[in-house]
């Protein structure tokens, strides 16, 4: 049976690791790390990540500076807000909820983030330090899924890695992270013909479609590790609503070396990367020593 990739153990350890640094650094600088979470609106998802990522931020000492903003808020009302943000010395990080009421114009936004603020590493300048090989900060999925493969002491180096699913949130930048890890990395989509050819090939496949059971195990090499991104809300045949990934999970379980579970396997990692984006750009902006601020 596939060894299972616990991404809500190793969030726990990281999250217990900084909230002692935090602990640490808070007497030096007086202050602890601050989060600005902007939400519009009221999509019920999105609300519940907005908690989850406050709740994070108290278990490890993050100040949260959330605000919640009716669905008629402008555009300039909210270009306005995230000015003031970058100007506030208490805010270390800001985040925009997405998705966005339709209104809003999302890519025009986040580019109004400081991009030493960008939590989410969505700016242009912080995904071309990433292509650079840069330090700065990095997408929280694709980051978390690198530290989940580090603490498995699973090495990408010299492995054939495809990935489905070419988004900025996740793909490209997961790419990118895999090739500084010296993977050899294929990019697959939508438009890809014969995804069987290319998913039995994979030492390592990173799935983020957000299609549920998409890959069942006659499609996965044998003693492969799969990633799986995906999360979504399904009706089970008790009516009831329940959480899976893009990967027939149970299937690929006998067949591969190692699988990443849903829930509790990258969405864990995903909200810790942004705790952990937070306390180093916390970090950087106090000129605390490379020694003691955040692995990046």
Request: charged share 15%.
């Amino acid at each position: 049976m596939a060894q299972i990739l616990d991404g809500k153990s190793l969030a726990q350890q990281i999250q217990s690791q900084l909230r002692e640094q935090i602990q640490t650094l808070v007497p030096q600088l007086g202050r602890p790390p601050g989060l600005a979470v902007l939400m519009v609106g009221d999509n019920p998802a999105s609300a519940a990540y907005v908690r989850n990522k406050e709740r994070a931020c108290d278990r490890v000492g993050i100040t949260s500076f959330g605000q919640h903003l009716p669905t008629s808020t402008t555009q300039s009302e909210l270009t306005q807000i995230i000015h003031q943000l970058n100007q506030d010395e208490q805010i270390d990080g800001i985040l925009v909820q997405l998705p966005l009421p339709a209104h809003l114009d999302d890519i025009i936004l986040l580019n109004q983030i400081n991009p030493d603020k960008d939590v989410d590493g969505l700016h242009p300048v912080n995904l071309g330090r990433l292509m650079r090989q840069e330090p700065g900060l990095r997408s929280c999925t694709p980051a978390g899924v690198m530290r989940l493969l580090q603490a498995y002491h699973i090495d990408p180096a010299g492995q054939q890695v495809v990935i489905l699913g070419r988004s900025i949130l996740v793909g490209k930048p997961m790419a990118l992270m895999l090739l500084e890890a010296n993977a050899t990395v294929t990019i697959a989509h939508s438009r890809s013909q014969d995804l069987v050819s290319l998913t039995r090939v994979a030492d390592i496949l990173v799935v983020a479609i957000g299609r549920p059971g998409l890959i069942a195990a006659d499609m996965v090499k044998p003693g492969s590790t799969v990633i799986d991104v995906g999360i979504n809300r399904v009706t089970n045949a008790q009516g009831q609503f329940q959480l899976v990934g893009d990967v027939q999970f149970d299937q690929l379980l006998p067949v591969v070396k190692a699988i990443t579970p849903v829930p509790k396997g990258v969405g864990p990692m995903t909200v810790t990367m942004l705790l952990q984006n937070t306390v180093w750009s916390y970090c950087r902006r106090h000129n605390v020593p490379e020694s003691l601020s955040s692995f990046h």
